[in-house]
C-alpha cells in the first residue's frame, strides 16, 4: 500500500490592507486544480475571499491552515514573471500583493455575482443522457430557467469544488457564463466553425468513394470539396456559400469527415474600421544609427533601456515601428504606452497600416467587454501588439520583446487613485524582469529621465533635426506686461501682435490654433461691491462660469449652480466676470473675426464616442479657420495646414504651487509649438506672457531642451528635488477637518520622533509638514499632507517603511483615510 499521499499548502495573496499573505491547505479533491495564477476561495474568518494563489508548497508555513474552499479558474491567470512584477510593485507602493494583482487583471474578473450561467444547445442535447452526477443536477437545474447568477447556483450547490466543475461544464460547452450588467459587461461570445478532420482529407485524396459520393450526395462533395480548400471556416460562411446547409453538415459530421467547433468572437474597437495605407519610408542615417542600437538591445535578449529624444516630427514613430517589426521576427511581442490613446487616433492608424489587425487596444474608453476579450487575445498569444494607456503596462503578454512609453514624461502615466503607480517607471521595472527592450521616447523628455540618461541607466538616442529637413517653427514671445496697458475692453487676453498675425493667416487661407489650458468661459467670479469670490463648497477651488447653460460649475466635483444675479454675501448686484476660458475666448474671436470659421476644442465640446474626430474634421475641411483648445490640441494631432499657434497665457502652468511648474510649462509650450508648420509652409508661433525672461519660456522659444534641463537640474539639486532627493508624500483624508488634522499631526509626531531618534534618517531624511494640501478641500474631503524628502533611496523607504509600521492601525479608520504615494506627481 503506499502511504498517504503528501499534503499541499498554498500561499494566497488576498486584496486586504495588510501586507502579509495566508496560508492555506489544499483538500484532497482541488489538488489537481490547484496552480500558481489561479484564484481561490478560501475562509477568512466568518466569510470567505478571493484571493490568488502565489505559491505551492508541501510543508506548511503557519502552525494552523485552514483548508480553502475551492479554486476559481481553470487556467492561470498570471505567470511566475509576471508574479515578480506584482511582488516588486507591492514592495515598492507599500500596496497588498492582492490589490497589486486586482490591479492588474481585467476588472470583471472578480464579479462572481454579476455572472450569470445558462444551457447551450450542447447543453440541452447533453441533458437528454440524464445519469446522477452532480454536474446533471446542475444541468437541470438551469433548464428550468434561462439564466442563473453564479451566486444563487452556489447557494444551491454548496458541495466542495462548485468551481471545478462549473469550469468544465464550461470548457465542456454545456454551459455559457454570461455577465449581466447594465452594459453587457464581460460576456463570451461564440461561433459555430466547421473543420475538415483528417479523414475528410483523406477521403478526398481517395477517387473511388469521392466519385461514388459525389454521384449520390453531390451537395455532400461540393461541400467537402469547399472545406478541404480552406480548412476550416464559420458556418454563417457555409451558409452565405451554400444555403441552408444544416442536414448536409450532420451526414458529413456523421462519417466524422468534419467537425464542429465553438470559437470565442472578441469583441474588437478596431473591427470594421479602415486602415489608410502609408509608404514606408526609408530611414535617414540617424535613425539607421539609432535602430543598430536598439537592435544591439532586441538581440541580446537582456534588459536594454533606451531614452530617445526628438522633436515632434524628427522620426521617433518611425523608429518605434521599425523596432517592433524586429521584434516580431524573433517571435517576441510590443507593447506601446501612450498617454491617452483616444487622443491618438492618427498614431493607432499608423500602427495598423503596418502591422494590419496583429494589434489590440487597451484603454479606459472601451467597453468592459471590449476591454476583456483584448485581455484574452492577448493572454492566449492571439495578438502580439498591445497599445494602451497606462493600466496596459499590465498587458498579459508572456514573450515581450519591447515595451516602448510614448510621450514619456506625460502625467497622465501616473494613477492617482487606489495603487498609485507610475506606468512609465514600471516599464522599466517589467523590462528588467523580463529582459528586453525599453524604449522611453519625447521632445521634451522628464527630467528624472534626462537625468538617468546622463549618469547611465539609460541609454540616450536623439534625433536632431525634423525628417526631410522640414524647419522648426519661428517662436515670438509677446510680453503682456506691455501689451496690458492702453487696450480697449475687448478681447485683452489677445495682444495686438496676435490679433495681427490671426488675420494674415485668414487672409492667406491659412489655419490658426489658438491654445488656452482651461475650459469655461469665466474662472472666476466676483461681487464688485465686497469681493465675494464664488467658490464650490466642496473644493477650495473658485468656481467656473460657463455661459452656454448661464452656470457656474466645479471642475473637480461637477457641483453645479446657476450663476446668480446677487452677490450672496452683499446682495450686491455688480457680478463681474474675470479671466478667460476657452467658451469666451471664442466668443471674443469671433468677434474679432466674423467671417472666420472658428472651432473649439474642450472637453465641453467633445463629449461622446467620436468627439475630438468630429471637431477635427469640421476644422481641418474649413478654408483658413482658427481652432481654440485646451491641451486635447497639443497632443497628437496631426493638422498638415496650421501655420500659426497662438499661447494666449504661457503663466497659467508657472504660477502652479508644484516644484514641477517650471517643467510642466516648457513641456506644454514645447508640445503646442510642434504643432505649427508641419506641412509644406513653415510655422510661427506666438507665445503671450507676463514672465517673458522665465527660463522655461526662454528655453522653449529656442526649442532646447538641453538649456532648459541645465537651468532646472540646478534648482532641483539645489531644494534636493527629484531627480535627487526622492520623495513620498502621506496624505490624510476625511470628513472632518479637526479629526482629519489632528490625525495628520499624530502622524507628524511619530515621523518626527522617528527622525530624532536615529542618526541615519537625522541626516538623510527631511519632513515637509504635515499641512493642509494645497487645496486643502476636494469634493468634500479635507485634505493633510506630510512630504517626506530623502536621498539615498534605501534610507527613504526605510524610513516610510519603519513610520508605516508605527502607525497603528487603532490610528487608521476613525474617518479618516490614510494612504501613502511613492514619487508623486501631483502635490495639491
Ligand atoms: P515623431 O514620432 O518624432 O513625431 P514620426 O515618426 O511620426 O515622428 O515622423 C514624422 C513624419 O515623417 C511621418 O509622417 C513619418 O512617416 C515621416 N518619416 C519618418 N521617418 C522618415 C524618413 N526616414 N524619411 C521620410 N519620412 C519619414
Ligand atoms: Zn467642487
Redo the contacts with the bound molecule.
Keep these: 500500500m503506499k502511504g498517504e499521499e503528501q499534503d499541499l499548502f498554498i500561499e494566497v495573496a488576498l486584496n486586504l490592507p495588510l501586507t502579509k499573505n495566508f496560508h492555506y491547505r489544499i483538500p484532497e479533491h482541488l489538488k489537481s486544480s490547484v496552480e500558481v495564477g489561479k484564484r481561490v476561495l478560501v475562509p477568512l474568518g466568518k466569510r470567505k475571499a478571493t484571493g490568488y494563489v502565489v505559491r505551492v508548497t508541501q510543508k506548511p508555513e503557519v502552525s494552523e491552515v485552514k483548508d480553502i474552499v475551492d479554486v476559481l479558474d481553470d487556467q492561470p491567470l498570471f505567470t511566475a514573471q509576471h508574479l515578480s512584477f506584482y511582488q516588486w510593485i507591492s514592495d515598492y507602493y507599500f500596496f497588498p500583493l492582492g490589490g497589486v494583482i486586482k490591479t492588474a487583471l481585467p476588472g470583471n474578473l472578480n464579479m462572481e455575482s454579476k455572472q450569470v450561467i445558462s444551457l447551450t444547445d450542447e447543453g440541452k442535447r447533453y441533458l437528454t443522457l440524464r445519469d446522477n452526477s452532480p454536474a446533471m443536477t446542475l444541468l437541470e437545474k438551469l433548464s428550468s430557467k434561462r439564466k442563473i447568477t453564479v451566486r444563487t447556483l452556489l447557494r444551491s450547490f454548496k458541495g466542495e469544488g462548485f468551481y471545478a466543475m462549473l469550469n468544465r461544464l464550461e470548457r465542456m460547452d454545456l454551459i455559457r457564463r454570461d455577465f449581466k450588467q447594465a452594459q453587457t459587461l464581460g460576456e463570451v461570445k461564440k461561433e459555430k466553425w466547421i473543420k475538415m478532420k483528417e479523414e475528410g482529407y483523406l477521403f478526398i485524396q481517395s477517387c473511388d468513394r469521392w466519385i461514388s459520393l459525389k454521384r449520390r450526395a453531390p451537395k455532400q462533395t461540393a461541400l467537402l470539396g469547399f472545406l478541404g480548400e480552406k480548412g476550416r471556416v464559420p458556418l454563417q460562411v457555409l451558409k452565405k456559400e451554400f444555403g441552408d446547409c444544416d442536414g448536409v453538415l450532420r451526414r458529413l459530421e456523421e462519417k466524422r469527415l468534419i467537425a464542429l467547433e465553438f470559437e470565442e468572437i472578441y469583441r474588437d474597437p478596431l473591427r470594421g474600421e479602415e486602415i489608410t495605407s ?1 509608404r514606408i ?4 542615417s540617424e ?1 539607421k544609427e539609432i535602430m543598430k542600437q536598439i537592435m544591439e538591445g532586441i538581440k541580446s535578449g537582456r534588459y536594454s533601456p533606451f531614452l530617445l529624444c ?12 521599425k523596432s517592433i517589426e524586429e521584434v516580431l521576427k524573433q517571435g517576441k511581442e510590443a507593447l506601446v504606452l501612450v498617454p491617452e490613446i483616444s487622443l491618438t487616433p492618427q498614431l493607432v492608424n ?1 500602427f495598423r497600416a503596418r502591422f494590419g489587425d496583429n494589434i489590440v487596444l487597451l484603454h479606459s474608453r472601451l467597453s468592459p467587454g471590449e476591454r476583456y476579450d483584448g485581455w484574452r487575445r492577448i493572454q492566449k498569444g492571439m495578438v502580439k501588439i498591445a497599445i494602451g494607456a497606462r493600466s496596459a503596462v499590465f498587458a498579459p503578454f508572456s514573450h515581450l520583446g519591447i515595451i516602448i512609453v ?1 510621450e514619456e514624461h506625460d502625467t497622465s502615466y501616473k494613477q492617482e487613485e487606489k495603487l498609485r503607480y507610475h506606468a512609465r517607471d514600471l516599464a522599466l521595472v517589467r523590462a528588467k524582469i523580463e529582459g528586453t527592450v525599453a524604449i522611453l ?1 519625447s ?1 521634451t523628455p522628464s527630467l528624472e529621465s534626462y537625468y538617468n540618461s546622463k549618469i547611465g541607466k539609460l541609454t540616450l538616442l536623439q ?1 536632431t533635426e ?3 529637413g522640414k524647419p522648426l517653427p519661428k517662436i515670438e514671445i509677446v510680453d503682456m506686461r506691455e501689451e496690458s496697458s492702453g487696450i480697449k475692453s475687448r478681447s485683452k487676453e489677445l495682444s495686438n501682435r496676435l490679433k495681427e498675425a490671426l488675420l494674415e493667416r485668414l487672409n492667406h487661407h491659412q489655419q490658426s490654433l489658438l491654445f488656452l489650458n482651461r475650459r469655461g468661459f469665466a474662472p472666476f467670479v466676483v461681487c464688485w461691491e465686497c469681493g465675494y469670490v464664488f467658490g464650490c463648497p466642496n473644493c477650495s477651488i473658485s468656481l467656473i462660469h460657463h455661459q452656454r447653460g448661464r452656470n457656474l460649475m466645479c471642475h473637480y466635483c461637477g457641483y453645479t449652480l446657476s450663476t446668480p444675479n446677487n452677490c450672496p454675501q452683499c446682495g450686491g448686484i455688480r457680478i463681474q466676470l474675470l479671466g478667460w476660458g476657452t467658451e469666451r475666448l471664442e466668443e471674443d474671436v469671433k468677434a474679432l473675426f466674423p467671417k472666420a470659421h472658428v472651432e473649439r476644442m474642450d472637453r465641453d465640446t467633445t463629449r461622446g464616442k467620436g468627439g475630438h474626430k468630429k471637431v477635427l474634421k469640421r476644422f481641418i475641411a474649413s478654408d483658413g479657420g482658427i481652432l481654440i483648445g485646451t491641451q486635447m490640441i497639443a497632443k497628437g494631432h ?1 493638422i498638415p495646414r496650421v501655420t500659426l499657434v497662438g499661447v494666449v497665457s504661457a503663466d497659467l502652468s508657472l504660477n502652479f504651487p508644484d516644484f514641477r511648474s517650471s517643467e510642466r510649462t516648457f513641456q506644454l509650450l514645447t508640445q503646442v509649438a510642434g504643432r505649427a508648420g508641419r506641412g509644406d509652409i513653415p510655422g510661427e508661433v506666438i507665445i503671450q506672457t507676463f514672465n517673458p525672461h522665465h527660463y522655461s519660456i526662454r528655453a522653449s522659444q529656442r526649442q532646447a531642451f538641453s538649456q532648459f534641463y541645465e537651468e532646472e537640474i540646478k534648482f532641483r539639486r539645489e531644494l534636493n528635488y527629484p531627480p535627487f532627493g526622492r520623495l513620498i508624500n502621506f496624505k490624510m483624508e476625511g470628513n472632518s477637518k479637526s479629526k482629519t488634522s489632528a490625525f495628520a499631526e499624530q502622524v507628524g509626531r511619530l515621523a518626527n520622533s522617528l527622525c530624532d531618534k536615529t542618526s541615519k534618517y537625522r541626516r538623510d531624511i527631511e519632513i515637509l509638514g504635515p499641512s493642509a494640501s494645497p487645496w486643502e478641500k476636494i469634493k468634500g474631503k479635507y485634505r493633510y499632507q506630510m512630504l517626506i524628502k530623502g536621498s539615498p533611496l534605501t534610507a527613504l523607504r526605510s524610513f516610510a517603511s519603519h513610520l508605516l509600521h508605527q502607525i497603528p492601525i487603532a490610528l487608521r479608520g476613525g474617518g479618516v483615510k490614510f494612504y501613502v504615494d511613492v514619487d508623486p506627481v501631483s502635490l495639491l
Design positions: 502609408e519610408p526609408q530611414l535617414n535613425q526628438g522633436v515632434t516630427g524628427s522620426g521617433k514613430t518611425e523608429i518605434y515601428l499608423r510614448d521616447g521632445a534625433l525634423r525628417v526631410e496631426d
